[in-house]
């Protein structure tokens, strides 16, 4: 089955340290390039972070730049979100999801169900 | 950035009804659009990429048009498993930015 399932997230206190993983099955993980996208509770989808295919090439929203850093092992077929610094407005379900490319064209074409983070004290 | 202005931000709409949402954005991003189907305790799922085509396994009730920073997504003959919020988000540059959602109640 062609999936995305994420693990890690859980209770960290103000300016602790959470590592996100996302396990990927069922397709070529190494061709595709991987995001995670985040979503406070009762709010939209925020993207935060982008990383190639080759692991070389990786991007960040602002807001997170700094303090969250992407990796990815592609003999683990996983992709990684090491969290430094949490502040209460990270609080939110982190989701993992595949950039497919159609025509350069690229869209999250597919999604993990999603690994909640709570900062508090 | 590229800001993304989804309108409206929530309606409501019955069965067999042909709804459509609009999205903005703040410079021209050719047809490097898509749209997202999100409902309560799920995650996002893809409709629509590259403006106008549909993705895989969503059904033909579903379509989008729209080219350079005005964009459309319609939903025609509505059906209650409809419910949801939908987000428009471009990829045309990093950051890959998000409508706010429209939330559409059937």
């Known amino acids: 089955e062609v999936q995305l399932v994420e693990s890690g997230g859980g209770l960290v206190q103000p300016g602790g340290s959470l590592r996100l993983s996302c396990a990927a099955s069922g397709f070529t993980f190494s061709n595709y390039e991987m995001n995670w996208v985040r979503q406070a509770p009762g709010m939209g989808l925020h993207w935060i972070s982008y990383i190639n295919s080759g692991g070389d090439n990786i991007f960040y929203a602002d807001s997170v730049k700094g303090r969250l850093t992407i990796s990815r092992d592609n003999a683990r077929n996983s992709v990684y979100l090491q969290m430094n610094s949490l502040r209460a407005e990270d609080t939110a379900i982190y989701y993992c999801?595949?950039?497919?490319?159609?025509?350069?064209?690229?869209?999250?074409?597919?999604w993990g169900r999603g690994t909640l983070v709570v900062v508090s004290s | 950035d590229i800001q993304m202005t989804q309108s409206p931000s929530s309606l409501s709409a019955s069965v067999g009804d042909r709804v459509s949402i609009t999205c903005h954005t703040s410079q021209s991003i050719s047809t490097y659009l898509n749209w997202y189907q999100q409902k309560p305790g799920q995650a996002p799922n893809l409709l629509i990429y590259a403006a106008s085509s549909l993705q895989s396994g969503v059904p033909s009730r579903f379509s989008g048009t729209g080219s350079g920073t005005d964009f459309t997504l319609t939903i025609s003959s509505l059906q209650f498993g409809d419910s949801a919020t939908y987000y428009c988000q471009q990829s045309y540059a990093s950051p890959y930015t998000f409508g706010q959602g429209t939330k559409l109640e059937i």
């Open positions: 999801a595949r950039f497919g490319r159609d025509g350069g064209r690229l869209q999250f074409d597919l």
